[in-house]
């Protein structure tokens, strides 16, 4: 981008290659390509791995032929960020308040090269995602409240001082779990959080507004208790050794790890962090994946007779705060004068 700012003399043709390349092609216009390079859907599976996306998603999510130097640019950062529907969610909020702004997928192996690049071509805002929600914190010059109570971060804005950190996890969180369990406050229910990295702290931190009684299960115990102990939870490692606890507090389980996500092989342990426990059917689960629809733990405990849902309404809502974050517009409102 920085290089095509001064090739002006002819025309050309740029993109970048490789799966860290797919804002080259969406943002053609940035580097005066005269073209950008697309695949068939049917070939999108193998295509994706050299950054290529289909010529309906670029035109029906990205908008591609309406975007334009005065675009503004937004977009969400993670690694490996393989499969999204953040940049679906925001980039139809834009079309429905007529905004001329665009989302995009900026996969990046570290979070310093991502705001590099945000800095060269002038994004304005990024929603951060695994495994980034606490590596960023050193990169802001400001954060608030609750990003700074809880120790993650998944939504930046770019002022003119630097970054500027939000979480809005704890808002979508809260409001599907509610819709889910059908009731605001977790009193006199126990409640297991698997995984102790940037979303189970926003998880913990709404469990405990919430009132509820919880237990921090993790691989590694030593972060789990950590994370227990800001907000007087219980502890416990993940493992077979843990199932007594975890069948302690099961009346709600919370998975707040990436395992699952993107399975190729629902059946592999490695894609179910609960693959030592035996649901009763009694269990609420809540997983905050959602792609595949239906993790492998999910898949288990729906079949043990439990009521499960997965994080695609916690990714709406908390995708609704980011956009009134960035753009200063309620996403929900009717009104789009």
């Known amino acids: 981008f920085r290089e095509a700012a001064s090739m002006n003399e002819y025309e050309h043709i740029l993109c970048a290659?490789?799966?860290v390349g797919l804002p080259s092609r969406i943002l053609s216009y940035k580097l005066h390509s005269y073209l950008t390079y697309v695949s068939p859907e049917e070939n999108l599976e193998d295509m994706t791995k050299i950054g290529h996306t289909d010529p309906?998603?670029?035109?029906?999510?990205?908008?591609?032929?309406?975007?334009?130097?005065?675009?503004?640019?937004?977009?969400?950062?993670?690694?490996?960020?393989?499969?999204?529907?953040?940049?679906?969610?925001?980039?139809?909020?834009?079309?429905?308040?007529?905004?001329?702004?665009?989302?995009?997928?900026?996969?990046s192996q570290s979070i310093s090269?991502?705001?590099?690049?945000a800095e060269q071509i002038g994004i304005k805002g990024l929603a951060v995602t695994v495994p980034y929600k606490e590596a960023v914190l050193p990169e802001l010059v400001e954060e608030d409240t609750e990003a700074g109570e809880i120790g993650a971060c998944n939504t930046i804005i770019r002022r003119s001082n630097g970054w500027y950190g939000c979480n809005t996890d704890t808002y979508g969180f809260r409001r599907a779990l509610a819709e889910f369990l059908g009731q605001d406050k977790l009193h006199h229910r126990r409640v297991a959080i698997i995984g102790a990295g940037g979303a189970a702290k926003a998880v913990a931190y709404v469990?405990?507004?919430?009132?509820?009684?919880?237990?921090?299960?993790?691989?590694?115990?030593?972060?789990?208790?950590?994370?227990?102990?800001?907000?007087?939870?219980?502890?416990?490692?993940?493992?077979?050794?843990?199932?007594?606890?975890?069948?302690?507090y099961s009346d709600v389980i919370i998975q707040a790890t990436p395992k699952g996500m993107?399975?190729?092989?629902?059946s592999c342990p490695d894609n179910d962090p609960l693959y030592f426990y035996q649901f009763h059917g009694t269990e609420k689960l809540f997983d905050i994946v959602y792609v595949p629809e239906i993790t492998p733990v999910m898949a288990r405990a729906e079949n043990a007779g439990c009521e499960v849902c997965n994080g695609l309404q916690m990714l709406k809502y908390q995708g609704y705060k980011q956009f009134k974050l960035f753009t200063g517009v309620d996403y929900e409102r009717t009104d789009t004068k």
Not at 219 to 245: C, I, N, P, W
């Open 207 to 248: 469990i405990k507004q919430m009132g509820g009684k919880a237990c921090i299960f993790n691989r590694t115990a030593a972060h789990a208790q950590v994370l227990a102990e800001k907000y007087g939870f219980a502890y416990s490692g993940l493992d077979a050794d843990s199932s007594a606890m975890l069948d302690r």
């Open 56 to 107: 309906i998603t670029l035109n029906n999510i990205y908008r591609f032929r309406t975007l334009n130097e005065l675009t503004t640019v937004y977009g969400v950062t993670g690694w490996p960020l393989v499969k999204t529907n953040s940049p679906a969610i925001h980039n139809a909020g834009y079309q429905r308040h007529a905004m001329n702004s665009v989302f995009i997928p900026i996969r």
């Open 113 to 117: 090269e991502t705001l590099d690049f």
């Open 262 to 266: 993107n399975a190729d092989s629902p």
């Open 17 to 19: 290659m490789g799966p």
